[in-house]
Nanobody, 114 residues
């Protein structure tokens, strides 16, 4: 089992920045990749960014150049630095860990005001 605890998020004006954190505990050696997803009201949960065990990253087109996913392996923590935030980035953001199965964080609200 893997447990994911998220922190960060909140309310910010358009153009501002926020950083999300996600710390994993438990059977962390089984994790092959960690990712951030987001879900806006009435919409499906979409992939925002992913980082593999090797450090390869990939981003949704809508956040390329604005968001950066990174990790601190010594802390079993993955980060999502979000810059130049837009109102359409408003959503609940979820941390995800992929191993033998999929694990999810508790979610954190990000609200960007115009």
């Amino acid at each position: 089992q893997v447990q994911l605890v998220q922190s960060g998020g909140g309310l910010v004006q358009a153009g501002g920045s926020l950083r999300l954190s996600c710390t994993a505990s438990g059977v962390t050696f089984s994790i092959n990749a960690m990712a951030w997803y987001r879900q806006a009201p009435g919409k499906q949960r979409d992939l925002v960014a992913i980082i593999t065990r090797r450090g390869t990253t990939n981003y949704a087109d809508s956040v390329k150049g604005r968001f950066t996913i990174s990790r601190d392996s010594s802390k079993n923590t993955v980060y999502l630095q979000m810059n130049n935030l837009k109102p359409e980035d408003t959503a609940v953001y979820y941390c995800n860990a992929e191993g033998s199965t999929s694990f999810w964080g508790q979610g954190t609200q990000v609200t960007v005001s115009s």
